[in-house]
DNA sequence: ACGTATTTGTTCGTATGTATC
DNA sequence: GGATACATACGAACAAATACG
């Protein structure tokens, strides 16, 4: 493909390996859209059969897809299409999960500097719709105010709005991956009294940023937002740890 | 899947299938450091039997390391540990190499996001030993600016720099999967003439930032710098597309 | 409620090509 | 060149879980 000059010796990609090409081709037919969320695929014997190739060989390149999250295969059922948003939660998680949990005030570092990008340039970009979104996201946590759990899960929804708003999938997918992360606490969060509904006033001030197209005022909002919460995560976590140590 | 009030048919976790245990294990002993980059691990016959397993499974955990990156299995030789900084590179690889490279602008912007913010925070919170590893680098890229190759790669390795300087795991690691993702753009700027020269003012500047502790300047410098650069990507790339349609 | 067919999970035996000494 | 060690690949077989009539 892109055959450099001189010595190659970190990159001898020409894996020709059965598994690797195979790999590339299925990774082709699910991000591709050939096969669909949600749909099933042949049976790993049908498969191998239409492939020519031997049962064994399409289970490595199968399995691979699962641990990457695109598949999910389930015994005596079949193997079905994963939606796209799980995809990259895995990846980053493994190498986030063998280190100490110390890495929490990392994590909400990280998420703080994206998810403040994405405000900016949602109040930048977004559409009519893409409004929509948020503020019906907004409603559903208005609805939830009593319920931590369905909080927490519009809470989710919110950013998730926004960051469809801020029209750029690479930040969107990272801010998604950081957000699974954090959602564990983000819940313990919600559980204090008041927690909510502070957080969606909060909310709130960032959507009218945003629907008012002011880049600067968004970002504050989302800074303030994050960091309040951050610290009241944090206060949660030393509370735990100094109770059961 | 948003109502999950039933019967949650996402989330059957318990997933005790040899096979992903396995693998589960296995990333632990890369990531944990219980294998280090380079080293060499049993042969599959034998490490088969050592965990008690049959081959076939322990084959279907092997290849999925092996396609993340973390392994590398050569015939007639043997599997071998991978270096650290590629583990994170392929995954999001596939995600966006699947679609046009219309995403390029997105690319650039988030690394834009992350690098100002990896900036900043390295001005905080390097060490002198961060500072020397910085400035070695920047004396790298000035001995190959009539080397494109070594140009670029001495440009990774400044970023790379800074990026630990930031003590952040998270931003630095996703900065490094953005990094690589660019690199081929970065090598076609360095073949311009002058560029290298250029780019080389641009962080000397960002690091004498970082040196005097000034975040919000070092901030500043990086925004410049990626922006000027992007800027030449573009025009490459557009020119690029003129030539050949 | 029961039994059967389907499908994935797992193991073993064997053959082949390749790299190293 | 020969011997050895290794990954690659195929096929067959049985177990276990699930779906469906």
Request: proline content about 4%; charged content about 25%.
């Amino acid at each position: 493909m892109r055959s450099d000059n001189g010595r190659v010796r970190l990159e001898p990609i020409p894996r020709a390996t059965l598994t690797q090409a195979l790999f590339e081709k299925l990774v082709g037919y699910v991000v591709g859209g050939d096969w669909k969320a949600g749909e099933r695929i042949p049976a790993e014997r049908e498969l191998s059969e239409q492939l020519g190739i031997g049962r064994g060989s399409l289970r490595e390149a199968l399995k691979a897809l699962e641990l990457l999250g695109m598949l999910d295969s389930r015994v005596g059922d079949g193997t079905f299409i994963c939606a796209r948003s799980e995809f990259l939660s895995r990846p980053l998680l493994w190498a986030v999960a063998s280190s100490d949990h110390s890495e929490l005030p990392e994590l909400m570092e990280a998420r703080l500097s994206i998810e403040q990008t994405i405000a900016a340039l949602a109040a930048q970009r977004a559409t009519p719709e893409d409004l929509q979104q948020i503020g019906a996201a907004v409603e559903e946590m208005r609805n939830h105010l009593d319920d931590p759990s369905g909080a927490c899960h519009a809470d989710m929804d919110i950013h998730a709005a926004i960051g469809e708003a801020a029209h750029n999938r690479i930040l969107q997918n990272a801010a998604q991956l950081l957000r699974n992360l954090v959602k564990p606490w983000v819940l313990l969060k919600h559980r204090i009294p008041g927690a909510a509904s502070m957080s969606l006033e909060q909310h709130e001030h960032i959507y009218a940023a945003i629907r008012q197209g002011d880049p600067t005022r968004a970002r504050e909002e989302m800074s303030k937002h994050l960091m309040t919460s951050g610290d009241l995560v944090l206060e949660i976590v030393n509370r735990q740890k100094a109770t059961a140590p």
